[in-house]
């Protein structure tokens, strides 16, 4: 896990993305006539910032809005509400959320998205050659040929793929070459923002690991910033400097990661801490089992969301829902007792 000192040293850059209220409802139709009846609140008033430089970790349960929240943010699908200011690389802040089609086109080479499954996310049709080209010819970055083979080999070359297969199609790589071939087609416009959408849970254990030591060192080489989405905690502790809790739509608690998995605010983030696993044979894992499912976004209990599954829930919770507040610096969370309460942290977290 980055230490603390490295996260601050991180954070002194300037805020690159700031994320105002974002909501994303998706109407619930019926009927011959496709009458709306409702809504489903996949996104429900997030706000956030991340620092040039910097990893910033989403984590929550399978239908918590996470996946949907880093699609809305790079306009893979529409926000219903909300601002995304994103800062240029000439100093100039845009709303990726306000732009036209015309000028999202012009913005787009400046973030790009790494999806879950390397399988589906590459045409099977295109050699690798023609995939990592693709971004620079669709940006219109390089136009000589001969040029942009440079550009793709000099690509398949820091992120560790033999030059030799540049014409070979995706079905002759592994999962995690061709992960890798999708993370050389994200770096190829030279982003400033790349959104991990889930980047490596579909590989091997063993897999996954080369794949986030190779993303912290492109990071490093290239200034990158990561807005890091997965479900699993251990993953997001190595990765991220910063962690935000998503549950039903809305971030429940959001910290450094060293704060966040040692003193947990939020009785959500203190469940998913006790599920993460310990290397050391010593500590007996006893893990906290959460009655219920996830919350139904499009119907949401009253008050605080968690609270039928919350084993610390009073009468307040069930009717009044609880505003986001900085209970010690920097570290933010959405409980009417977060401040009282003293919640276990991870495991061997530290």
């Not at 099977?124 to 136009?143: F, H, Q, T």
């Not at 502790?237 to 450094?256: C, F, N, P, T």
């Amino acid at each position: 896990m980055h230490e603390a000192s490295a996260t601050a040293e991180k954070r002194t850059g300037e805020v690159l993305l700031d994320v105002r209220n974002l909501k994303k409802h998706f109407p619930i139709e019926k009927g011959f006539f496709r009458t709306v009846q409702g809504q489903v609140k996949a996104v429900d008033g997030v706000s956030f910032t991340i620092h040039e430089g910097e990893t910033f970790g989403l984590v929550g349960e399978s239908g918590s809005g996470k996946t949907t929240l880093g699609r809305c943010i790079v306009r893979g699908i529409e926000p219903t509400e909300g601002q995304i200011f994103f800062r240029l690389p000439s100093g100039e802040e845009v709303d990726i959320a306000a732009l036209d089609k015309k000028e999202l086109r012009e913005v787009r080479k400046h973030f790009h998205m790494i999806f879950q499954d390397p399988y589906s996310s590459l045409d099977p049709r295109m050699s690798v050659l023609e995939i990592i080209a693709e971004p620079i010819r669709n940006n219109k970055l390089l136009s000589e040929t001969r040029d942009i083979q440079d550009r793709v080999r000099e690509l398949m070359d820091k992120v560790g793929l033999d030059i030799q297969h540049l014409n070979r199609y995706p079905h002759a790589f592994s999962g995690g070459q061709r992960q890798r071939i999708g993370i050389a087609r994200s770096l190829a416009p030279s982003p400033l923002l790349i959104v991990c959408d889930e980047a490596v849970s579909a590989l091997d254990v063993s897999i996954q690991a080369q794949i986030l030591n190779l993303l912290e060192d492109l990071q490093e080489e290239f200034n990158l910033t990561f807005l890091f989405i997965a479900h699993d905690l251990s993953v997001v502790e190595h990765i991220s400097d910063r962690v935000g809790v998503m549950y039903v739509g809305q971030l429940v608690e959001m910290a450094d990661t060293e704060s966040l998995f040692t003193a947990p605010k939020h009785p959500y983030t203190e469940a998913l801490l006790s599920a993460v696993p310990t290397t050391d044979p010593e500590i007996k894992m006893d893990r906290i089992i959460l009655p219920g499912e996830v919350a139904n976004p499009a119907a949401p209990p009253a008050g605080c969301y968690f609270h039928p599954r919350c084993r610390y829930a009073q009468e307040i919770c069930q009717t009044e829902a609880p505003g986001w507040t900085e209970v010690t610096p920097d570290h933010f969370a959405a409980c009417h007792f977060a401040d009282e309460l003293e919640l276990r942290g991870a495991e061997g977290a530290g």
